[in-house]
């Protein structure tokens, strides 16, 4: 079973601190990592894709990989009450389909 | 573009009705995916198709659920008979490619009584 690992939280950081949520897969073979927002009532949207081993940047986000030890993680730099939601880590599996396993997600709490 | 479009938003039924979920991707995408989303399960795939054609099933919890893709613009997700613990939010998300992300609908929340 390939499994993809999230702490539920409540995450709860004040506004202009940096969030930190991180992610643990179990396939070794994974190539595709991903981070989706879902706001209570509406649907995940992309906001991160990284495929190498480091740092992607993009605005406020920061995406980090690290193959060796198997996690992702996602920085929210300055964090915005608009930020609240919750993060979905999702990981491409190995094995031919490629199909991303979700993670259960981590709630995020901005407080002003 | 519109985004993946999903209808109904809601759906209310009793149980032992059948329902159909309907789904419209976005124009160029060759994957289509349905998923389910519960408190207690979270995001669950149920079923995948590349360019119509039906690749893993194995998601579907039972007999019960069918899904069709007759054509690259169109699909449904049908349950029949339903029974109060098909009640859940219903995505359908389509991408170009496997290996990249998803564009998700909007959803539609099942209620089954």
């Known amino acids: 079973q390939k499994e993809v690992e999230q702490n539920s939280g409540p995450l709860s950081v004040p506004e202009g601190a940096i969030a930190s949520l991180n992610c643990t897969y179990s396939?070794?073979?994974?190539?595709?990592f991903f981070w989706y927002r879902q706001y209570s009532g509406k649907s995940p949207e992309l906001i991160m894709s990284?495929?190498?081993?480091g740092d992607k940047e993009d605005g406020r986000f920061t995406a980090q990989l690290n193959k060796a030890s198997q996690y992702v993680s996602l920085l929210i730099r300055d964090s915005q009450p608009s930020d609240s939601a919750t993060y979905l880590c999702a990981v491409n599996t190995s094995g031919g389909s490629y199909i991303p396993t979700f993670g259960r997600g981590t709630s995020l709490i901005v407080h002003p | 573009d519109a985004g993946v479009i999903q209808s109904p938003r809601h759906e209310v039924t009793e149980m032992g009705q059948e329902v159909t979920l309907r789904c419209k991707p976005i124009s160029g995408h060759d994957y289509l995916f349905w998923y389910r989303q519960t408190m207690m399960r979270g995001l669950e795939l149920l079923i995948y198709?590349?360019?119509?054609?039906?690749?893993?099933d194995s998601g579907m919890p039972e007999d019960r659920f069918s899904a069709k893709m007759p054509n690259a613009s169109f699909s449904t997700l049908k349950i029949q008979p339903s029974e109060p613990r098909d009640s859940a939010v219903y995505f359908c998300a389509s991408s170009f490619g496997s290996s990249y992300g998803y564009t998700f609908g909007s959803g539609t929340r099942l209620t089954v009584v």
């Open positions: 990284i495929y190498s081993n």
């Open positions: 396939d070794r073979g994974s190539q595709s």
């Open positions: 198709f590349n360019n119509n054609v039906p690749i893993d």
